[in-house]
């Protein structure tokens, strides 16, 4: 026996590989699961509504059986950081290995569809836990790239998802990820989930946890009219300085300055933010 999984984070690249598997392999019966850590932006929900309509097929929900609180309360009250990851593996990868493990134990070969673009040659695949569990890059196999993945989506009437317009990836709220202007802009998008950010950041500094959301200062300081201004400063500094650095590449009329920006930064989470 087989099952076919794709996995989706309500980022650009997932959701082009659903597309591309929808129209190249309508004979598969895929899975479509998305792992809701209850911590997601509205327009993440927004976009899985409208890829949900293009596919024709419920996407599954997969929710943690136990929330980001519980999971900060046994982390001792430590944010998660690019160095301890906790809330990817508890909140992400661990619902994903619960939901297939019966049937892998079973002897069910289950193929799991990965978004890795032909341009990403800096990315490796999610690793396999178990035996019967086979990682496919149709992306990559099939010479698509990050020009390939917008035609994808355009072409199926989806569009990109409404926070590129801010922000540069998906996942959590609060993902520590994000870029400094990032957080200004969460700060103006969705007010409130900048504040709870802050709330989560001030208890975990009270319990001595050694980790601020943003690196070398707390969301109250990063929050101050002063700093704002110079964030954006710096951000507009380093457009203009790609902007005189990079030449117009016909090959890929998607990406800016300010996109460049964003995609100069660490890559993240591959199950988070693709």
Request: aromatic share 10%.
């Amino acid at each position: 026996m087989e099952r076919h999984v794709l996995g989706l984070s309500g980022g650009r690249d997932s959701a082009a590989l659903a597309v591309h598997m929808r129209r190249t392999r309508p004979d598969l019966r895929i899975e479509y699961f998305f792992t809701d850590t209850g911590k997601e932006l509205p327009e993440v929900y927004d976009f899985l509504g409208k890829l949900e309509g293009f596919l024709g097929v419920p996407i599954q929900r997969l929710n943690p059986d136990r929330d980001f609180d519980f999971w900060l309360n046994e982390y001792n009250h430590f944010l998660p950081s690019p160095r301890t990851r906790w809330c990817t593996k508890q909140l992400k990868i661990r619902p994903f290995e619960k939901w297939l493990r019966p049937d892998l134990d079973a002897g069910v070969t289950v193929y799991s569809y990965v978004a890795i673009r032909s341009d990403e040659n800096h990315r490796e695949g999610l690793q396999a836990t178990h035996p019967n569990l086979k990682v496919v890059l149709p992306l990559r196999e099939q010479g698509v790239d990050k020009s390939g993945v917008v035609g994808l989506l355009e072409g199926a009437g989806i569009g990109l998802p409404d926070y590129y317009r801010w922000r540069s990836r998906s996942g959590c709220t609060f993902c520590f990820f994000q870029q400094k202007i990032e957080w200004v802009n969460l700060l103006r998008e969705h007010p409130e989930a900048f504040e709870e950010a802050k709330r989560y950041e001030k208890n975990a500094v009270d319990h001595g946890s050694p980790f601020t959301w943003s690196d070398r200062e707390s969301l109250e300081e990063l929050a101050r009219p002063e700093r704002i201004a110079q964030i954006e400063s710096d951000f507009l500094k380093r457009q203009e300085r790609l902007r005189s650095r990079r030449r117009p590449n016909a090959l890929r009329p998607d990406e800016t300055p300010e996109t460049a920006v964003f995609e100069d930064e660490p890559a993240g989470c591959l199950v988070c933010h693709k």
